[in-house]
């Protein structure tokens, strides 16, 4: 297969069995890949020319690893400027005056291992009608786009580079753009009946630690352990935080859930199939 730096990297893996290993072998920001969750969302937008800037190194450094796997560089075509292909932005967005976008860059808060989420929420109550929240991030929040487009918010995402996604929240057809956040405040309580349930399920826990890994890992793996969660078990969670995004995911899909806070930096969760 030949290959350039606009070859994706969907491309390499679906090629050859190796190239995912190969891969993550060049920086221990591919580790991330290994999730298969995550790679889907990831490889297909993601090229070599992207996926070096992410990883702290160059296009030679992939031709280099991946030539033993048979993948040949195709010099012949010239190397172009990378463009990322969005979809036609919504008329709303097009027609919103600047005065009217909130911006709001949560990836230095992402990359000190801080939650934005309540900044978010503050945000995104105060709007005043008319307004559009941007978010700017280095990965698309799925997540907080389920959550919001609940609460009414239609959203955009636009591609600017590798290291910028951006992410329009709006209301296009109404008199209050107002959220409450009630309803997801309401979750992070810790709960009572945490050691009643712990005990229903002695011998029975399934336990994984996501504490250090970076958003939006934590999520997705958990998520991913829950798809082959057998009924009788139940998924012991160490965390850092309370997942909010993660919790109405969970409401959705059919599951209880119990957390206990032990301390800043350090919750648990108890995670299991509900019963009729």
């Not at 296009?59 to 993948?71: T, Y």
């Not at 309401?186 to 009946?193: I, L």
């Not at 229903?200 to 399934?206: R, V």
Request: contains cysteine.
């Amino acid at each position: 297969m030949f290959i350039n730096e606009q070859t994706k990297i969907a491309a390499l893996l679906k090629h050859h069995p190796d190239a995912l290993e190969t891969i993550i072998s060049l920086s221990p920001d591919f580790k991330k890949l290994r999730n298969p969750i995550l790679r889907k969302l990831m490889a297909g937008r993601a090229s070599i020319a992207m996926a070096s800037k992410i990883g702290g190194c160059t296009p030679e450094d992939f031709f280099k690893a991946l030539a033993p796997l048979g993948f040949k560089v195709d010099s012949s075509k010239p190397k172009e400027k990378e463009k990322i292909q969005n979809t036609t932005m919504p008329v709303y967005l097009q027609s919103v005056s600047p005065d009217k976008i909130v911006n709001f860059d949560v990836r230095a808060m992402l990359a000190e291992g801080n939650d934005p989420l309540k900044v978010i929420q503050q945000k995104v109550k105060a709007l005043n009608q008319g307004e559009v929240l941007l978010i700017i991030n280095n990965f698309e929040p799925v997540p907080l786009i389920k959550l919001l487009e609940k609460q009414g918010f239609e959203a955009y995402v636009e591609y600017e580079n590798a290291d910028t996604i951006k992410t329009y929240f709006f209301k296009s057809s109404i008199n209050n753009i107002q959220v409450n956040t009630s309803d997801i405040e309401a979750e992070v309580k810790t709960s009572g009946d945490w050691e009643e349930i712990l005990k229903h399920f002695e011998n029975q826990l399934l336990e994984i630690d996501v504490r250090q890994l970076e958003m939006p890992m934590p999520m997705m793996t958990i998520l991913e352990t829950l798809e082959t969660l057998p009924d009788q078990k139940a998924l012991y969670v160490r965390h850092k935080r309370i997942p909010v995004f993660l919790l109405t995911e969970l409401k959705e899909r059919n599951f209880e859930y119990r957390i206990k806070e032990i301390q800043e930096g350090e919750v648990y969760l108890l995670i299991f199939k509900q019963t009729s």
